[in-house]
Every structure is written in C-alpha cells, then in structure tokens.
C-alpha cells in the first residue's frame, strides 16, 4: 500500500511535475495525464462509495479498488528504471475482473 508522507512541494508552479524518484516531467506528459486519470477515477469511486456505506460486499469491493487504484497510481509515477516497492499485479487485475463479472451478474 502507498505511504504519502507529503502531498505538497512548495515549489510553486512552473508547469512540472515530480515522479516519485524526484525526476521532473512536463505536467502535460503521458505519465502526469495517466495518473491524474486514475486519480479521478478513484475520486469518482470514493463519491460511489457515499451510496454503498449499508452495503458491506460493494463498499469492501469498492474500497479494494480504491487501494489498487493508489498502487496504480504509484506505479506510473515510478519510472520503469527505478525498482519500486509495488506494482499492480496478476492477482489484482484477476480479482477487478472477477467483481466486475458479478456486479454485471
């Protein structure tokens, strides 16, 4: 699971992001874009889950997801040269496809 020790820079804004190994990339790269999509994403889900609180099965499905979707997060923000402390895998990706089969059941 992701650990966020500081969500703020204080380095003002001059059109560039960080990567989690301190490399800075245009904010209108693919790998900003990407993880400002998963980002949203999970803020969409997190709304959803707003709906699911009495439903114990959706909100602990839903609540995964969001977790996975932090690691996802993480993952594109750590350029593939790096060795990170996660990445999204098999596992994971089989149980999203699995709950997406019963919620469509």
């Known amino acids: 699971m992701v650990k966020l020790n500081k969500i703020y820079t204080r380095t003002g804004d001059t059109g560039e992001t ?3 190994n301190g490399m800075r ?3 209108h790269a693919r790998r900003p874009s ?3 999509e998963v980002d949203e994403a999970n803020s969409v889900i997190g ?3 707003l709906h699911t609180q009495t439903i114990a099965d959706a909100d602990e ?3 995964r ?3 996975d979707l932090f690691d996802l997060g993480a993952d594109i ?4 040269t790096d060795k990170p402390a996660l990445r999204v895998t098999d596992e994971q990706v089989t149980r999203l496809e699995f709950e997406i089969d019963l919620m469509n059941a």
Not at 77 to 80: D, L, M, Q, V, W
């Open 61 to 63: 499905m839903l609540a």
């Open 47 to 49: 709304l959803a889950r």
């Open 77 to 80: 923000a750590t350029p593939e």
């Open 18 to 20: 960080s990567l989690v």
């Open 34 to 36: 990407a993880f400002g």
């Open 25 to 27: 990339v245009s904010k």
């Open 65 to 67: 997801i969001q977790n």
